[in-house]
């Protein structure tokens, strides 16, 4: 029983690395004293539901994925907030390996976007696999399954492109996002 605790908190610590965070900074934002964190990584026996669950909102993966380390399967999009455009420096630490064991596919090269407000909004596609967006400047509105969803600097979204979608800027700022898909 020990060792599946302790994959979970070495799941948590690699999402927490992954995403740029120290124990010091986590701890912080959740908090809870460092040292009882520090404590929670090292043996995730002790650690709260509450707490994993707030982990997982945090970083928007979800709960049973840390809990058992299997990918959900995304039904239609997943949006997280990160907020204060915290993402966009933290988007160097994801790799695409993490992303390809997520959804079990191969990970195409990220494709870097940049919409201007004068364009015209993109054709609805729809394509296999999954995708992420990362809005790197500006505000996107993304057009899917008959809805616009509004991302700002920082957010991110996974979807299921299987639904058709298109991308334009929102605002009168040019916005850039990038984009990666997996097969």
Do not use: W
């Amino acid at each position: 029983m020990k060792k599946e605790f302790n994959e979970i908190s070495a799941r948590i610590r690699e999402l927490r690395e992954v995403c740029g965070y120290s124990q010091k900074q986590l701890a912080e934002e959740l908090g809870i004293d460092e040292s009882v964190y520090a404590g929670y990584e090292l043996n995730g026996e002790n650690i709260p539901i509450s707490v994993i669950y707030e982990i997982a909102n945090k970083f928007g993966v979800d709960f049973t994925e840390i809990v058992t380390g299997v990918g959900a399967k995304l039904d239609t999009y997943h949006i997280v907030k990160r907020g204060e455009g915290k993402s966009v420096s933290r988007y160097p630490g994801y790799r695409f390996e993490d992303l390809a064991f997520r959804y079990s596919h191969k990970i195409m090269q990220p494709l870097l976007v940049t919409l201007d407000p004068s364009d015209k909004p993109a054709d609805l596609v729809a394509h296999s696999g999954q995708e992420f967006n990362l809005v790197l400047e500006g505000s996107v509105a993304v057009v899917f399954d008959g809805k616009e969803l509004i991302l700002n600097e920082g957010d991110s979204i996974y979807f299921n492109p299987t639904h058709p979608h298109g991308q334009k800027c929102h605002g009168d700022k040019k916005a850039r996002f990038l984009t990666m898909i997996a097969e």
